[in-house]
């Protein structure tokens, strides 16, 4: 590809999988648009073809290399079923995320500012894509938790994830607690009433994503040592957020463990979003506390010696 339209080059990927302004995820199609130092043809693009449902990738905001994978991707890949991604925000440093059905490359974008800290870990998948409970049993306690009526999936619509196994986890099975306060004319907030439940919020499907607070995130250190994707797929991607292209046929070369085939001849893919910065602040945050303990104990041990000395 040539430098210099690379770097004006203009990229449509159409069929947009997005939720809560999170993730936004994307089937590649050969669907793109370039437009070569021509900026008020640019911009006529922009205005004109953009639309909800699509992302746009600039070339002069990232390495051509880059820009030639995601070009590779495209025409290899086009036309095929998007994957669904099941999502939970551990912390806002830390996502989880389950992808299902996956029969091509896709582009998964992260709304956040783009920066080279954002890493993606494929990770082992052990447990298997349609997960062993007892779920007719689960479903029984499913309900719709108060105030969440417009984006809770109801228990019909649950049952219809499962069968099509786009749900990984209902939670623990034990009971929870949730609290419900009201307000009084002063906008004092007073305790009104406890809400039990036992499965978490499931939410309703929303551009081939759902969001579920049911499953239960590992260890903090779960990615440490781990390989992430390379940064040739990491993108700055609607001009300011950062996108990833994950390939599959990448993913069975370097990262296998983290596939499980399905019946269908579809892959099942698990993967942790992490801002690696935060693993510094867990690594000072382990050397204080031996610090303060270690000196706690020498002072402890000081301290015990000359009280007990023998006269």
């Known amino acids: 590809?040539?430098?210099?339209?690379?770097?004006?080059?203009?990229?449509?990927?159409?069929?947009?999988?997005?939720?809560?302004?999170?993730?936004?995820?994307?089937?590649?199609?050969?669907?793109?648009?370039?437009?070569?130092?021509?900026?008020?043809?640019?911009?006529?693009?922009?205005?004109?073809?953009?639309?909800?449902?699509?992302a746009i990738i600039l070339g002069n905001q990232n390495h051509p290399e880059k820009i030639v994978a995601l070009v590779k991707a495209i025409k290899q890949h086009s036309g095929l079923e998007q994957p669904i991604i099941e999502f939970l925000k551990i912390n806002p440093a830390k996502y989880y995320l389950r992808v299902h059905k996956i029969n091509s490359?896709?582009?998964?974008?992260?709304?956040?500012?783009?920066?080279?800290?954002?890493?993606?870990?494929?990770?082992?998948?052990?447990?298997?894509?349609?997960?062993?409970?007892?779920?007719?049993?689960?479903?029984?306690?499913y309900k719709t938790l108060e105030g969440n009526e417009e984006y809770q999936a109801n228990v019909n619509e649950v049952k219809e994830f499962i069968q099509q196994g786009w749900i990984s986890s209902l939670g623990d099975g034990q009971q929870k607690k949730r609290?419900?306060?009201?307000?009084?004319?002063?906008?004092?907030?007073?305790?009104?009433?406890?809400?039990?439940?036992?499965?978490?919020?499931?939410?309703?499907?929303?551009?081939?994503?759902?969001?579920?607070?049911?499953?239960?995130?590992?260890?903090?250190?779960?990615?440490?040592?781990?390989?992430?994707?390379?940064?040739?797929?990491?993108?700055?991607?609607?001009?300011?957020a950062n996108g990833w292209l994950i390939d599959l046929e990448s993913l069975k070369k370097n990262f296998p463990n983290a596939l499980i085939a399905n019946k269908d001849g579809s892959f099942e893919l698990k993967l942790i979003l992490e801002f690696s910065p935060q693993k510094l602040l867990y690594f000072c945050l382990g050397v204080s506390a031996f610090t303060f303990f270690s000196s706690f104990l020498y002072i402890l041990y000081f301290f015990i010696k000359r009280t007990f000395k023998p006269s």
Request: hydrophobic letters at 40%; aromatic letters at 18%.
């Open 1 to 54: 590809m040539n430098a210099q339209i690379c770097a004006v080059l203009v990229f449509f990927v159409k069929r947009v999988v997005t939720f809560c302004f999170v993730f936004t995820l994307f089937q590649l199609e050969n669907d793109l648009v370039a437009a070569e130092e021509n900026y008020q043809e640019m911009g006529n693009i922009l205005v004109e073809e953009f639309e909800a449902g699509q």
């Open 105 to 141: 490359a896709f582009f998964l974008i992260f709304s956040e500012t783009f920066h080279e800290g954002w890493k993606v870990y494929p990770l082992k998948l052990e447990t298997p894509p349609f997960f062993n409970q007892k779920k007719h049993l689960v479903l029984n306690e």
């Open 179 to 240: 609290r419900h306060y009201r307000f009084l004319e002063n906008d004092r907030k007073i305790f009104d009433h406890n809400e039990i439940y036992t499965i978490n919020f499931i939410s309703k499907i929303t551009y081939n994503t759902i969001q579920n607070n049911n499953f239960i995130p590992g260890p903090f250190y779960e990615t440490w040592g781990k390989n992430h994707l390379d940064e040739i797929y990491h993108l700055k991607t609607n001009g300011y």
